[in-house]
């Protein structure tokens, strides 16, 4: 891509203007990238409702409470900090949230 003189010229008064506090310089990237630049979390599912993206979302979810499981549950951590209830709660969340993905997973073929 080529820029003339004068293009350059505008670009940096721009760029000084914003460094300087003046006139804020409005992003030209597309939103999505511009929330990447910013650190703010980026959607990974599609913009429209599908079986694959629930069975996708899904399958996190499971992904997450076996890691926290794993943490708190499996090492005793609760047991050992009196929180018994709250293992066996984790547990059940577990357990649904299993047997969801893999409904999800079975109509996957189905609804398409």
């Known amino acids: 891509m080529k820029i003339t003189k004068k293009q350059l010229g505008n670009i940096?008064?721009?760029?000084r203007m914003a460094q300087r506090g003046g006139m804020p310089v409005k992003s030209r990237?597309?939103?999505?990238?511009?929330d990447i630049i910013k650190g703010k979390n980026l959607k990974e599912y599609s913009?429209?409702?599908?079986?694959?993206?629930?069975?996708?979302?899904?399958?996190?979810?499971?992904?997450?409470?076996?890691?926290?499981?794993?943490t708190y549950v499996?090492?005793?951590w609760l047991e050992q900090n009196?929180?018994?209830?709250v293992a066996d709660l984790m547990e059940k969340l577990f357990g649904a949230a299993n047997e969801l993905?893999?409904?999800?997973?079975s109509l996957r073929g189905l609804l398409r």
């Open 47 to 70: 913009n429209y409702a599908s079986i694959d993206d629930l069975a996708d979302n899904a399958d996190d979810i499971v992904t997450i409470l076996e890691s926290a499981m794993e």
């Open 29 to 34: 990237a597309n939103p999505e990238f511009a």
């Open 12 to 15: 940096i008064a721009e760029v």
């Open 74 to 76: 499996d090492s005793g």
């Open 82 to 85: 009196a929180e018994p209830r």
């Open 101 to 105: 993905a893999i409904e999800l997973k």
